[in-house]
């Protein structure tokens, strides 16, 4: 089969021939329907070696939001069926530890929660076909199709997973604000609208275009980022500041305008992985506003995101690649030319 490999780092990946995974016990080969390129990948292939704690050896295959169809399953596999339409929890634990217990995967005490594209020894699914290592990382997908469905696992998942945990600071009067409209953002204006109706929500970005996508998503403003964006939130709050900031970038700009906007009390919650680090002093971010950097979520909170998106109450913005185009999809993502999110189609 043909798989988008990372061979080098800090070197593109290349589009190689590999074997065909063989499943063996409680394990899954999934016919692979989409692959979301995520800037997380970017991140991966950009550095000049291994991150810290990455154990995977070169060459393995990228790609950790994955959906598609089960293709055969290993000896002791239940509840799953040749064709069934599936998407793939990304973090992949040992099930063991109390963390994983609990469903919290991303939290695993022994992986770190890493899976396959992103370190832990496994290969990801930008490929024709992808090895699960068990049936409990799959969750049906129904009706929704793979191709369009994949980014609910990482986009989708770490956004209802950020807003989720801070939807008790959202009841009436309440503002919450989303830096960053891209894929992420997109995701996080639609679950705040879903979830907490009564709370005002306000979008920031660089691009208008993004921002009129971010309105017709359900955000009740949206502003060009800059000071004038941070005025017009203090003004809009009584110069309290907002009970919830998202920042989906995590540049050192966007994360000053976070601590700008965000109000005592508040929640000031780091999604992006853009590198910056958040100013901190006696009175920034404000007294007792929680800074917190989430990674992914669990999968009861997956099986959520799927109800949701299977009820119509969010959507993402998909432009689809075939596999040979992978390393256009990620210049075109690298460059901020993907308005929601670029997936990689292997079958089509």
Known sequence: MRAVQLVEWGEPPELRDVPVPEPGPGQVLVKVGGAGACHSDLHIMDAPGPPPAFTTPLPFTLGHENAGWVERAGPGVT?????????????WGCGLCADCREGRENYCRTSGGQGGGLGGGYDGGMAEYLLVPSSRFLIPLGTLDP?????????????????????????????AVVIGAGGLGQMAVQLLRALSSATTIVA????????????RMGADETLLSGDQAVTRIRDMTGQHGAELVLDMVGLDPTLRMAAQVARVLGHLTVVGLGGGALPVDFASPPHECAVAAPYWGSIPELMDVVTLAQQQKVRLLVEHFPLERAPEAYQLLRTGKIQGRAVITPHG
């Open 147 to 175: 191709r369009q469905a994949a980014p609910l696992s990482d986009a989708g998942l770490t956004s209802y997973h950020a807003v989720r945990r801070s939807l008790h600071l959202l009841g009436p009067g309440s503002t």
């Open 204 to 215: 920031v970005d660089t691009d208008a275009g993004k921002l009129d996508t971010a309105r």
């Open 79 to 91: 509840g799953f069926a040749p064709g069934d339409a599936v998407i793939v929890y990304g973090p």
